[in-house]
Structure formats: C-alpha cells, structure tokens
C-alpha cells in the first residue's frame, strides 16, 4: 500500500516535476509514495503552475491506447493529460532538443472539438461534438531518470507530454479505423502501424475520456484539440532529423528536430 502524501508534499513533488521540465534535469521516480488519485492532483498543480507563468490549455490527450505502447513502456491502463498552447508547434515546424530530458515522439490521430464536453455529457453528444480530425505527432519527454516509471509516477508528470504537432484538419470521417500509419524519420520508416492500434479504432478513445473526465471534474471545452494516443512505440529524436507521420487517406504531419550546436 502506499502511504498517503500530505498537500505540501504534493505541491512539492508538482513543484519538482515542474522545474524538471523546464531546466531538463531528470528526477527520481516517486514509486510507491504515491496513488493514482494523487498523481492526478499532481497533474492538476503542474497545469496550475504553467497557467500562473501565462500558458492556456488547449486541449487533452490520452495516453495508452494502444498494445505498442503498453508494451514500450510496460504500463497497461489508459491515462490523460493536459496539452497547453507552449507545447503546440505548427505542422513543419522546428523543435529545439534544449532542455528537453531524452525526447521521443511518436504518430498520432488528433480530433478537435466544437462545442464543450464534461462530465455530465453523453457519448452521443462527444461523438457529435468531434468536427475534424487530423494526423499528428506527439512529442513526449518524460521528466523522470532513464525515461522509467510506474503508473503514478507518468501520471503525475502529465503523462510525459512535451509537444504536438497538428497536421491538416478535415471533417471527421465515419471510418477511421484500418489506416495504415507510417512514422519516417528522414523519409525512411521509423515504425509502423494503423489506426486500428489505437483501441480498434481511433473514436473509440471518446467514451473512454468521457469516462475519466466524469471521474476526476474536468471539461474540454469547444476548440480543444485531443490526441488519441500512439498508434506505434515511441522513437528517440535525433539532432537535425526531419520526422513525419503519414495516416492513410488522412495526408501527413512533419517536424523538423533542430541541429545541435555548441552555444
Ligand atoms: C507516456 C505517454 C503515453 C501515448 O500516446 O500512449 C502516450 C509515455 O509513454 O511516456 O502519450
Ligand atoms: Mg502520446
């Protein structure tokens, strides 16, 4: 059983995430200190302390979804988190690997909402509510040492989020499973899968954040972007590469990783 963390300890364990993330010096993993409902408390100070520095939530994300990645990472159970506009960069744009701990990115579906979405809304009400879908990449970074750690511990970093990159938006199609989904890194594939990896099918991710936002209060609101998680295990990102994911009939998304240099 673990043992139950008081509020200061909460706030400092937020407190070393965050300043983990910005100066990109890994922590230890909290391990058996800390719950599940805990290490979403911690979620939420993280997202406290970026809107006290001026950053705006923009969407969520689930993590988890697909066998790949639970088999990467060696967690099984689905997780959120929350995306902000200093993590978004635009499709083709550059990233800078400063400050980043050991990044990884990976080739996801992105839906964007039209109206807002919470605890009290029904599944058929989320489903009408998607107005696009896009291809996308998703950065990750996991603030904790040799990029380990338990279910708690992914959680209360905000299940590692880093960065995203939206690719062409365009209505929701009604089949959005079976798609093949290529990660290049250099226009050579990097991994490979469909979007039948993610749950059977992407929309499929819907009622299940529906679900956690019932548990744990939160609402999406009109304009928000979700990234419905890895349809492939992660890639390490190298300096200078140029990454892009193709889904099938969905076009491309592309990223240019910044060249290392010695300033
Ligand atoms: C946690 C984030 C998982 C996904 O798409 O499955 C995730 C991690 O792997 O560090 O974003
Ligand atoms: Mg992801």
């Not at 805990?38 to 939420?44: E, G, K, R, T």
């Not at 499709?91 to 579906?109: A, W």
């Not at 928000?224 to 994911?245: K, M, R």
Request: proline content about 5%.
């Amino acid at each position: 059983m673990s043992t139950t963390l008081n509020e200061a300890q909460l706030e400092h364990a937020a407190a070393s995430l965050d300043s983990a993330q910005l100066t990109g010096q890994a922590i230890e993993q909290f391990g058996d200190s800390l719950d599940l409902d805990q290490a979403y408390s911690i979620q939420n100070e993280l997202l406290e302390l970026r809107r006290n520095r001026g950053e705006r939530t923009t969407g969520r994300k689930l993590g988890f979804t697909s066998e790949a990645k639970m088999a990467q990472m060696g967690v099984s159970e689905l997780i959120v988190g929350f995306l902000t506009d200093a993590m978004e960069i635009s499709d083709g744009g550059s990233l800078s690997l400063k400050g980043l701990v050991h990044p990884r990115v990976e080739p996801e579906i992105a839906f964007r909402l039209s109206t807002s979405i919470g605890p009290e809304s029904t599944e058929e009400q989320f489903l009408a509510a998607v107005e696009a879908v896009a291809p996308a990449l998703e950065v990750i970074d996991s603030r904790y040492q040799n990029f380990r750690f338990s279910l708690p511990d992914v959680v209360a970093d905000n299940t590692s989020a880093c960065r995203y990159v939206i690719g062409p938006w365009q209505p929701l199609t009604p089949k959005l499973a079976n798609r093949a989904v290529v990660l290049n890194f250099d226009g050579t594939p990097a991994a490979e899968g469909s979007t039948s990896d993610i749950l059977g099918d992407p929309l499929l991710t819907l009622p299940r954040l529906l679900a956690m936002s019932a548990k744990y209060g939160f609402t999406i609101p009109a304009g928000s972007v979700i990234l419905a998680g890895a349809a492939t295990a992660a890639v390490a990102l190298t300096p200078g590469a140029l990454v892009s994911a193709d889904v099938e009939g969905l076009g491309t998304v592309s990223l240019n990783v910044e060249a290392e240099n010695n300033d």
